[in-house]
């Protein structure tokens, strides 16, 4: 980050991981359900209908998520869009920041996805969800914040 005047963060891919799950659950009990012999039963139509149905409305949702979520520093401030279907932009001046700071969950660790949290000066909060690599992230865009108030920040 040093000598740079800029940091950015981007959605995770575990935004895809709710359709894969849908998918390979209802896909293997439809999969069982047809072996047993009950394969043109109501249960079986029905583990059809999500996994044809549920599993791309959970791909287009975490595609549509997936490209519009993102945080970057740009200059002398921070620009952040929280995601589909939340589609607003927001540009925050370095100056009104009181915080900015990471929000995981034990998942969140393990998968390396986490929420970065921006705080301003008037006690309004900015959270931007399902941001990858949160630590790095979050330290990136704190170094930045602490240069720019230091008169350190090189221009973009």
């Known amino acids: 980050m040093q000598g740079r005047g800029w940091a950015r963060g981007k959605a995770h891919w575990t935004l895809f991981a709710p359709a894969a799950l849908v998918a390979l659950i209802y896909g293997l009990m439809w ?5 047993l012999g009950r394969g043109d039963g109501v249960v079986a139509r029905i583990c059809i209908l999500v996994f044809s149905i549920g599993s ?16 970057a520093m ?18 925050i001046p370095l100056d009104d920041i009181a915080s900015i ?13 986490g929420e970065i949290v921006v705080e301003t000066r008037d006690g309004r ?14 330290g990136e865009l704190n170094q ?13």
């Not at 791309?56 to 945080?71: D, K």
């Not at 909060?125 to 979050?138: F, L, T």
């Not at 930045?144 to 973009?156: I, Q």
């Open 101 to 113: 700071r990471l929000v995981q969950n034990f998942i969140g660790r393990k998968f390396g996805v």
């Open 74 to 91: 740009a200059g002398p401030e921070i620009c952040l869009a929280r995601g589909w279907p939340r589609l607003a932009h927001v540009q």
């Open 125 to 138: 909060s900015y959270r931007v969800s399902d941001i990858g690599e949160p630590e790095a992230v979050a």
């Open 56 to 71: 791309p409305l959970l791909l287009v949702y975490g595609f549509l998520r997936y490209n519009s979520v993102w945080i």
């Open 31 to 35: 999969l069982v359900l047809v072996l």
């Open 144 to 156: 930045a914040l602490n240069d720019y108030r230091h008169g350190e920040m090189a221009t973009t």
